[in-house]
């Protein structure tokens, strides 16, 4: 096989645009399922059984539909339930896209991000919640300080598998028309006729995102240790 990489003098930047959308959308996904995976571990968590099993049902359903379906639902089936996104003009790109991509995948994201989370308050000692009562603390006070500084040190490797699967699941919302690395890829191979070249290049862009993020996640937990 001739490969020919070319194209690229002529590609590149539409490769460059993709890689940052990816990020930018990976990034606010990251920031959503965060937000939503604590509030659901605390539910999960508390005494009240209503909210703990609503959060239970919330994850059992999300971790059990596919994440396609979830974009699709978001983007085809609310607007038609007059849940409708505004669309913000002068950003440069489709807002409603841009997104319902982000909510959609953050919403999936947090449920993953409830369980790693849920685990990790489990498994700080009960000694630690019984210390911070003698002295005072309600309830509250003792998660915030107390038990979910230690827990975020326990999972911080796993929340940062779960960014690393955020950024190469992120190619899924092209199917709603979302600019990012992989749709840009499919328009180039479409004009320059270089498949293989192409999906390449774009294999190696993912990896580079990919393999950067997990080297400063590893800087950080290294930091955090020692800080400890």
């Known amino acids: 096989m001739d490969l020919n990489f070319s194209f690229l003098s002529k590609y590149w930047p539409m490769f460059v645009r ?3 959308t990816t990020l930018i959308l990976s990034f606010f996904t990251g920031l959503i399922g965060l937000i939503i995976g604590v509030l659901l571990a605390l ?3 508390g005494k009240f059984k209503p909210l703990s099993f609503l959060s239970a049902a919330y994850t059992e359903f999300i971790r059990g539909t596919p994440l396609m379906v979830q974009i699709f639902f978001i983007f085809y089936a609310l607007p038609q339930m007059g849940f409708k996104i505004p669309n913000i003009t002068g950003l440069g ?24 989370v849920r685990a990790g308050i489990q498994a700080v000692d009960k000694g630690q919640t019984e210390a911070a009562r003698s002295l ?8 915030r300080r107390v038990v979910l500084p230690q827990a975020f040190k326990n999972i911080l490797p796993a929340l940062g598998n779960e960014f690393v699967t955020v950024i190469k699941e992120s190619s899924i919302v092209m199917t709603i028309g979302i600019t990012e690395l992989m749709f840009n890829t499919s328009q180039v191979y479409s004009s320059s006729f270089r498949y293989f070249e192409s999906l390449i290049v774009c294999a190696l862009v993912y990896f580079v995102m990919t393999f950067t993020t997990s080297r400063l996640l590893g800087v950080m937990e290294r930091r955090m240790k020692r800080s400890a």
């Open 18 to 20: 993709g890689a940052g």
């Open 43 to 45: 539910l999960r968590l």
């Open 93 to 116: 790109f489709d807002f409603p896209r841009f997104a319902s991509g982000i909510l959609a995948m953050g919403l999936n994201s947090g449920a993953y991000v409830g369980e790693i």
């Open 136 to 143: 005072g603390m309600t309830g509250w006070q003792t998660m």
